[in-house]
């Protein structure tokens, strides 16, 4: 059984920093691309990073580049998300995603990841 499990959420200011992470187990998380979305009350599923599967090409967003930075260590089976100079727009529910690491299309969009996790709150007060 496929679970990914969020942690490091919480309520911060703005300009802190917080660091998340997503366990993964029951699956072969190095053969997995991996991504992080963000979902606030009324407002669809937004991206917010990816990484591949090996660790390679990462991609964000305009709104979260210079300030999130994507990472996994395979040994550990673990996803992070580094998220800086945090602003009250930051606020959400994030989920960490999994998708196979030959699977089509970009990453971009939540319809292409097969495994969720059931997210972890961040708010941010200004």
């Known amino acids: 059984q496929v679970q990914l499990v969020e942690s490091g959420g919480g309520s911060v200011q703005v300009g802190d920093s917080l660091t998340l992470s997503c366990a993964a187990s029951?699956?072969?998380?190095?053969?997995?691309?991996m991504g992080w979305f963000r979902q606030a009350p009324g407002k669809e599923r937004e991206y917010v990073a990816s990484?591949?599967?090996?660790?390679?090409?990462?991609r964000y967003p305009d709104s979260v580049q210079g300030r999130f930075t994507i990472s996994r260590d395979n040994a550990q089976n673990t996803l992070y998300l580094r998220m800086n100079s945090l602003k009250p727009e930051d606020s959400a529910v994030y989920f960490c995603?999994?998708?196979?690491?030959?699977?089509?299309?970009?990453?971009?969009?939540?319809?292409?990841?097969?495994?969720w996790g059931k997210g972890t709150q961040v708010t941010v007060s200004s």
């Open positions: 995603a999994a998708r196979p690491y030959n699977a089509r299309g970009n990453g971009y969009r939540p319809g292409e990841y097969t495994y």
């Open positions: 029951g699956l072969t998380f190095s053969r997995y691309d």
């Open positions: 990484i591949q599967w090996i660790g390679g090409a990462r």
